[in-house]
């Protein structure tokens, strides 16, 4: 199924947005996919807090109006102070913006479409809107819609408050030339615990368009010191990746391959046979499926697939799970998405292997982190949508990192680079805690204490020293 995507120009988004101070809004409803009927609007919009309806006609005017209240069909005309109609139209600089009488009702809450008196929208369950003004709000129509009351398309977003910016950050960063060569060092020189493991291998886990491919390509592109895009990106209603891949790292042009593999995915999907398979997934977590192995949606892996790899060693499985997470989407992540990544969440954790969170795209989320992203710790907004995540799937908020790739950028940034760095250190963290526990495991057995590493982390370990996984 294709994403939902807004109608409104980058030009009208921003003309709305100025009527709120620092606000996201949130595609919750669109008529010309759900349908232009009352029962469709209620289905999607009642019970989501503040809302504004965005509703266009040929004349080229978008309008619309703003509750802070619930829709909830409740029958009672409902008072809101801070509820407003609106008009935005190509040749005027500043929306016009009109408030609600003093002592009227802001809209009736019924069964029908929204009701804000002089505006009825999907009245009648048509594309269209009856038009009454001098009751609750006072306009003139031909600046409001024109005149033209038939819908060419119809639109609710839930209006959600960025708040400001925290006084001390809820985590203290270093934006410093130092600390990001700090970072590198750190990560360069890093060796797995067990000797016969030579890097550790992350799995990149999340929904279509979460950015899990352009975060592979924004560490190459910070390691390499230029944009790179070795992982293909893009913008689609369905997985852009459509095999399963290895990527290694370089320190460089011609430098070393860091201790790192990002593996790579097809993106989760609602529907249980669309996306990435959550079989699929454990078995890349047993380190069963090859580099390039082609998904395929409608089953999963099998033993006699091609790809499919019969053999494994700790060199094969995968040492940490990073869920990728769009932040502008968080509040809009659906029960469906949530079960299968608590599915695999489950999984996961049966099988030891650590997890992290990384919340992509907050430059997009938050525009005070767009203006400077060392404003990343100290925004509410992204605090908040952290918190949410941590609840929503079980995740410790310590696990929960914010990050930003690289998109439209021709050139590296370093405080970008410093928070992509952050995330490796921590997710390279994380799977020594996977590395100590095999340790533990096998120290009880047959291998013996020789595997891992002690006074020489250099070395050479031969084929049969290595740890198999049955």
């Known amino acids: 199924m294709s994403a939902v995507t807004s109608s409104l120009s980058k030009h009208q988004e921003n003309n709305l947005l100025s009527l709120f101070s620092y606000a996201r809004l949130h595609l919750l409803y669109k008529a010309s996919i759900h349908g232009f009927t009352a029962a469709a609007f209620h289905g ?18 978008v309008f619309g109006a703003y509750t802070s209240k619930d829709y909830a069909r409740s029958g009672a005309a409902v008072s809101d102070g801070e509820a407003f109609l609106y008009s935005i139209r190509a040749e005027k600089d500043k929306p016009l913006r009109v408030g609600c009488v003093s002592g009227k009702p802001a809209f009736t809450d019924g069964d029908p479409g929204p009701n804000f ?37 119809f639109e609710v977003y839930r209006v959600e408050g960025l708040g400001d910016l925290l006084e001390k950050p809820w985590r203290n960063i270093q934006w410093t030339s130092e600390k990001k060569q700090q970072l590198m060092t750190s990560i360069q020189n890093y060796l797995p615990e067990i000797k016969a493991v030579n890097q550790a291998r992350v799995l990149l886990v999340g929904p279509v368009g979460a950015g899990k491919s352009s975060f592979f390509n924004s560490i190459n592109s910070a390691f390499r010191g230029n944009m790179t895009c070795q992982a293909i990106t893009g913008t689609a209603g369905t997985s852009v990746t459509t095999q399963f891949r290895a990527y290694t790292i370089k320190a460089g042009r011609r430098g070393g391959t860091l201790p790192l593999i990002l593996c790579d995915t097809m993106g989760l999907e609602e529907n249980a046979d669309t996306g990435l398979n959550v079989d699929d997934v454990v078995s890349i977590f047993k380190g069963h499926m090859k580099d390039r192995y082609q998904f395929s949606s409608c089953s999963s892996i099998l033993e006699d697939s091609p790809g499919y790899q019969k053999h494994v060693t700790l060199n094969d499985t995968i040492h940490c799970v990073a869920y990728v997470i769009d932040t502008c989407k968080v509040s809009l992540l659906s029960e ?18 650590p997890q992290i969170l990384l919340m992509t795209k907050v430059d997009e989320a938050c525009p005070l982190v767009a203006k400077d992203l060392k404003n990343v710790y100290r925004s509410v907004y992204i605090q908040k949508k952290a918190r949410q995540l941590s609840d929503f799937l079980g995740i410790p908020l310590s696990y929960v990192l914010p990050v930003k790739n690289y998109s439209e950028e021709l050139e590296l940034d370093q405080n970008t680079d410093i928070l992509l760095f952050m995330v490796l250190e921590q997710i390279l963290n994380y799977a020594d805690s996977y590395f100590e526990n095999q340790i533990t495991d096998d120290q009880d057995g047959s291998n013996g204490p020789e595997l891992y590493r002690s006074i020489d982390p250099r070395r050479v370990v031969s084929q049969r020293d290595e740890p198999k996984i049955v």
């Not at 469906?336 to 292997?353: P, S, V």
């Open 44 to 61: 999607r919009c009642d019970q989501q807090g503040p809302t504004v309806i965005v509703a266009y006609n040929a004349a080229g005017f």
């Open 117 to 153: 008196g002089d505006l009825v929208f999907l009245h009648e369950d048509k594309p269209a809107v009856q038009s009454n003004p001098g009751n609750c709000f006072i306009f003139q129509e031909a600046e409001m819609h024109g005149n033209d009351l038939a819908l060419t398309e």
């Open 336 to 353: 469906k998405m949530l079960d299968k990544l608590t599915a695999i969440r489950k999984k996961a954790n049966q099988l030891g292997i």
